[in-house]
């Protein structure tokens, strides 16, 4: 893995008055021939900008300076190619050469970072900055192709993409926005051979019928991308192939990702290569088989909960993107080829449609998921019901397929009912847990929930887990929320603070292990529970999804968020609850601490007084709890 720690020995090149390293060394080779004026650049094969928003990616973990670090190491000999970078977003940026207090555009050249021009604080969370940086990159860097690189975070067909740190209300980029920045700047007629996503979620049919006119591939992934993002050695791909088109480079840069981080990884691996011209089949194809879904919902008045309860629990078993725990799980993405899969039986000629589609849209497609990937997907509400309205509004902007788009207002319209039917709702559970809950106050009516064992997770098998057997964090009981589903591990969040700033904590469970690699040495009755490893923080930040972790370390303090509620109510009555911290954990006070890895998660033997219930989901995508059982 690349490190995360960034040093003044970068081997950047600051050219701007005086020339020197980042570490402050006068540079030794003689650059009096070269000629720093963009009005001088020849046409090249291709030229490659990359809209680089640092963020707090660089504020936190320095993760655009490494990625610096990979362009200039690429061994990208510059008669191939023009990289062109601009750079800004970040609070702060750990190295000596880029400057926090504006944005900077620079050019790459035999290895050597040169800065061409600063352009002042803008925020590159404006479609305006957008404009400026492709139009210049356009015009002073000529090429045969262009491909244009948006790097930092992403949020999907509602968040769009990026975070400008010092513009936090208005620091994203809106699919609309995008579609408005690549029209006055000129793209139309596909003038980019590729555009590319170095972020999360970003690779849907939403974007893909964005980008259509103005590019001719779109490489992005589907679901959340490591810290680390895309390796940059992809670039040496037009030493050996000059003129590649946007299928070849994007198979490189699928390629050079998955190789990086290895078949045994546990990260999240998506991405695609999908051909924009393809696109709009796939939308129409979608389109027609949720126009078969609509009428299963609104032809019979009298069975449309029936057949509302049908498609919300293939819904619910639909390939999501971007989960987390239930504090934090509004991205709402599905794969296409998955919620088509699932609606198969229901509608098998229009389903097969959209699969066929796809298989013709996606040319090129790697992952390391469980569950097969068809490398584009959609919006489909259902965890962010309580942000509905905020999120169709914005989706019907974006003037997608009308077909589908109304679908989701129906779908959206039944799921916010409530039923209060006990049996009815008994009918249409689609999930049960088991969650474990302890008393919050003296008098025996508020319970806070310590635990969960999900029907999906494998941890709530009483051959390997006894009852009184789990999970915690320094003492700390906590509930691990499923949030995602790979071959070798499945991903779990752990609501918290961090430093008073709210996040999930990231928990990984290899599938494969019979041993606690973490615990068999400090407790061997622990040998024989899962694997478990704590990745790190991923913070809150609305819509958009943090790439990657943050890393906790001694300096961190850190609280869990726990749902109380009263069992006094009734099973049927709206639940009174509410989310509470517990006090602060100061990492640094830890017996056990370690720069590497100052939290661990172990599996406790409880004592004392705590109780279980079953939590059952219903098509609603609401929850409902037993009455409390102590725990035996």
Wanted: hydrophobic content about 35%; charged content about 20%.
């Amino acid at each position: 893995m690349r490190t995360h720690i960034c040093v003044l020995v970068l081997a950047l090149l600051l050219v701007s008055g005086t020339n020197q390293r980042v570490n402050n060394t006068p540079i030794v080779q003689e650059l009096a021939q070269f000629n720093l004026s963009a009005h001088a650049q020849n046409t090249r094969p291709q030229t490659v900008m990359i809209y680089m928003n640092g963020s707090d990616l660089e504020t936190e973990i320095g993760a655009a300076t490494v990625d610096l670090m990979e362009i200039l190491e690429s061994g990208l000999a510059s008669e191939n190619a023009h990289v062109v970078i601009l750079t800004g977003g970040a609070k702060y940026w750990q190295n000596d050469v880029v400057p926090s207090n504006q944005c900077v555009l620079w050019m790459i050249e035999d290895g050597w970072l040169y800065e061409v021009e600063e352009w002042g604080l803008l925020n590159m969370g404006d479609p305006e900055t957008l404009i400026r940086f492709i139009k210049y990159g356009m015009e002073y860097f000529p090429a045969e192709k262009y491909g244009l690189v948006l790097w930092d975070h992403g949020g999907g067909a509602i968040a769009g993409y990026g975070h400008d740190e010092k513009f936090y209300d208005e620091g994203s980029l809106t699919l609309a926005e995008m579609d408005y920045a690549f029209h006055k700047a000129g793209l139309e007629g596909k003038s980019l051979e590729w555009l590319g996503f170095d972020s999360c979620l970003m690779a849907t049919v939403e974007m893909a019928l964005v980008a259509e006119p103005y590019a001719k591939y779109l490489i992005a992934s589907e679901d959340l991308e490591p810290g680390d993002g895309w390796d940059y050695v992809f670039l040496n791909l037009f030493n050996r192939y000059p003129h590649a088109d946007g299928y070849t480079v994007g198979r490189e840069i699928v390629d050079t990702f998955m190789d990086f981080f290895g078949s045994d990884s546990d990260e999240i691996l998506t991405l695609s290569v999908t051909d924009l011209s393809k696109v709009y089949p796939v939308a129409e194809a979608m389109g027609k088989l949720m126009t078969q879904a609509s009428g299963t919902i609104i032809n019979d008045y009298s069975m449309r909960r029936n057949a509302f309860s049908a498609l919300a629990t293939r819904r619910s078993y639909t390939k999501t993107f971007g989960e987390g725990s239930p504090r934090d799980n509004y991205s709402d993405m599905v794969d296409i080829g998955d919620m088509a899969w699932h609606l198969s039986d229901l509608f098998p000629e229009e389903s097969a449609d959209v699969i066929a589609a796809l298989d013709e849209a996606v040319l090129y497609n790697r992952h390391n998921s469980d569950t097969p990937l068809y490398g584009l997907s959609a919006f489909y509400i259902y965890g962010g019901k309580s942000i509905g309205f905020e999120s169709l509004t914005t989706y019907n902007a974006l003037n997608m397929n009308e077909y589908y788009t109304q679908y989701l207002h129906q779908f959206y319209v039944l799921l916010t009912e409530r039923s209060t039917s006990r049996t009815r709702r008994s009918r249409e559970m689609i999930s049960s847990d088991l969650t474990l809950w302890q008393p919050a106050d003296n008098q025996g009516r508020r319970y806070r929930m310590v635990g969960i064992r999900s029907a999906d997770t494998g941890l709530h098998k009483q051959e390997k887990l006894p009852s009184n057997m789990w999970p915690s964090i320094e003492g700390y009981p906590v509930c691990l929320y499923p949030a995602g589903s790979y071959e070798k591990f499945n991903y779990y969040a752990i609501p918290a603070q961090v430093n008073g700033k709210d996040c999930d904590i990231i928990v990984s469970i290899n599938k494969n292990s019979k041993n606690n690699e973490l615990n068999k040495e400090n407790d061997r009755n622990l040998k024989g529970h899962p694997e478990c490893k704590i990745l790190g923080s991923r913070y809150d930040d609305g819509l958009v999804k943090q790439k990657g972790y943050d890393p906790l370390t001694p300096d961190d303090k850190v609280a869990f968020y726990y749902l109380e509620r009263d069992f006094n109510s009734d099973f049927n009555s709206k639940d009174k609850a509410e989310w509470h911290l517990t006090p602060e954990i100061n990492l640094a006070n830890l017996t056990n601490l370690t720069n590497k890895n100052p939290l661990q998660l172990q599996w406790t033997e409880l004592s004392g007084e705590y109780y279980t219930s079953l939590r059952h989901t219903d098509v609603y995508n609401e929850v409902h709890f037993e009455p409390l059982i102590p725990l035996r």
